[in-house]
């Protein structure tokens, strides 16, 4: 039996780590997944590059093709591996991540703070409905709190002065994207342009209702589709290997 996992999530932000819990109980009781973490101080560069250098020093002392996950900059991250070392993913899951890659929270809220000529808590207080819907006023200050530590300390394509842009298109390994439907950062019509670049079992599903973090309110639902995914995948590798025996 292998050491190593069969799927690796993917973290690029300490403070989000409670909203994905749910959902890696879910997968962590179905299958052998690791989870990969990067963070920086406030001091360093927020990097992609960096961040896709440091994910290839881990997998390239995998024995295999890992299933990589991400939602939102770590998904970006994971896709942006993907194309450049596709050798190393077995496959790519995308949660809240749009046909247009780089659009997460932090492009909002610095789009919001170049329009509106409110204060910062009064711009994360409106990011806070976009992400999680209507909450009372002490959820609201927690998730503040929350949303501050992430523009200090998570990576990021954005700034105050320059919004990225990552060039639109799929990858070379099977792909599954995920969003929903209640989404105000990653709406439906941005993941539906997702299918003018999947390929043939590749697949976009979509949940029904809950916002950004919609895995965190239903990682069963979320769960299911991803275990489904890499089933799928084995199957489909088991029976192209059968038909070259023949």
């Not at 819990?21 to 590059?49: G, H, M, N, T, V």
């Not at 390994?173 to 969003?179: H, R």
């Not at 997702?194 to 809950?210: F, I, V, Y």
Request: with cysteine.
């Amino acid at each position: 039996m292998s050491k190593y996992p069969t799927a690796l999530w993917l973290n690029t932000s300490e403070s989000f780590q409670p909203f994905e819990a749910p959902l890696l109980r879910y997968l962590f009781a179905r299958a052998a997944i690791a989870r990969w973490e990067y963070s920086q101080s406030p001091d360093e560069a927020s990097s992609l590059k960096i961040a896709s250098v440091l994910l290839h020093d881990y997998l390239k002392q995998c024995d295999r093709p890992l299933h990589l996950i991400g939602h939102g900059t770590a998904g970006l991250l994971g896709l942006l591996y993907a194309r450049e070392h596709p050798e190393r993913v077995r496959s790519l899951t995308l949660l809240g991540v749009g046909a247009h890659p780089e659009i997460d929270w932090q492009a909002h809220y610095y789009t919001l703070c170049a329009q509106l000529p409110c204060d910062r808590v009064a711009i994360l207080a409106q990011i806070v409905r976009y992400l999680f819907g209507e909450q009372n006023y002490r959820t609201t200050k927690c998730l503040i709190e929350i949303l501050e530590k992430d523009l200090l300390h998570s990576l990021s394509p954005h700034s105050l002065y320059r919004r990225d842009r990552i060039t639109p298109g799929g990858v070379d390994v099977p792909l599954l994207v995920c969003g929903s439907a209640d989404d105000i950062i990653v709406n439906a019509n941005v993941l539906e342009k997702w299918r003018a670049w999947l390929q043939p079992g590749d697949e976009l599903w979509m949940c029904s209702e809950g916002p950004h973090f919609f895995h965190y309110l239903y990682p069963s639902e979320v769960g299911r589709q991803i275990v489904r995914f890499w089933h799928h995948i084995s199957l489909n590798r088991t029976n192209c290997e059968i038909s070259a025996l023949h």
